[in-house]
């Protein structure tokens, strides 16, 4: 079936390190791909999203890009900050029910130090 | 505009009770959807409507759980009985499935935390 995989967490940065976070994704048909980020005590939100190959998502500095080859939509930011220390879901909508359902992965909680 | 909207935001409750947790989504948006967090298990989806119809049900964990939605701005998920390992935080969202305004983004409540004693 359709999945995603992400890398697990705890992530720990310091200020204004780089951020990757490791995303890849198993699907038959052509999902749209998407970031959500839940801050403590908070629903999920949209950060970013991909509909096609080779389209890059970005957002508030964040940016991933889809790619078909490697089935990844990694999630990567150039300088974190305190802020951004947060639970981050890749996620798919499942072309098995044309893109109705989407398809969490299990998150990754990334801690940003001052 | 006002988002998706669930009450309550946190429910403490004895095994055996029945808990409604309920949802009023973003006007206009015509589908629902209910999902589950758990440290153990993520994020699962529970159920979803469209149209206010049920359409997927399958992640219902058992027969205490049901949901209904008799209108587009009201919906309900009742367990009955709680039991403890039901304790979590249950999401609602929302979003619009219409050809012309689906962007595939889901619109998430703050979620309402159960305890269940």
């Known amino acids: 079936g359709n999945s995603v995989t992400q890398m697990e967490g705890p992530v720990t940065l310091s200020e204004e390190a780089f951020l990757t976070i490791n995303c890849t994704y198993t699907a038959t048909g052509y999902p749209s791909l998407f970031w959500y980020v839940q801050y403590p005590g908070e629903g999920l939100q949209l950060l970013l999203k991909a509909t096609k190959a080779d389209d890059k998502g970005s957002n508030k500095g964040f940016e991933a890009t889809y790619r078909k080859e490697t089935t990844s939509f990694h999630l990567e930011k150039g300088s974190v900050q305190v802020s951004d220390s947060a639970v981050y879901f890749c996620?798919?909508?499942?072309?098995?029910?044309?893109?109705?359902?989407?398809?969490f992965g299990a998150g990754t909680r990334l801690f940003v130090k001052a | 505009d006002a988002g998706v909207i669930q009450s309550p935001r946190h429910e403490v409750t004895e095994m055996g009770q029945e808990v409604t947790l309920r949802c009023k989504p973003i006007?206009?948006?015509?589908?629902l959807f209910w999902y589950r967090q758990t440290m153990m298990r993520g994020l699962e989806l529970l159920i979803y409507?469209?149209?206010?119809?049920?359409?997927?049900d399958s992640g219902m964990p058992e027969d205490r759980f049901s949901a209904k939605m008799p209108n587009a701005s009201f919906s309900t998920l009742k367990i009955q009985p709680s039991e403890p390992r039901d304790s979590a935080v249950y999401f609602c969202?929302?979003?619009?499935?219409?050809?012309?305004?689906?962007?595939?983004?889901?619109?998430f409540g703050e979620g309402s935390r159960l305890t269940v004693l």
């Open positions: 409507f469209n149209n206010n119809v049920p359409i997927d």
């Open positions: 969202a929302s979003r619009n499935t219409g050809a012309a305004k689906n962007t595939g983004e889901l619109f």
């Open positions: 006007s206009g948006h015509n589908s």
């Open positions: 996620a798919l909508s499942d072309p098995n029910t044309g893109g109705f359902k989407t398809i």
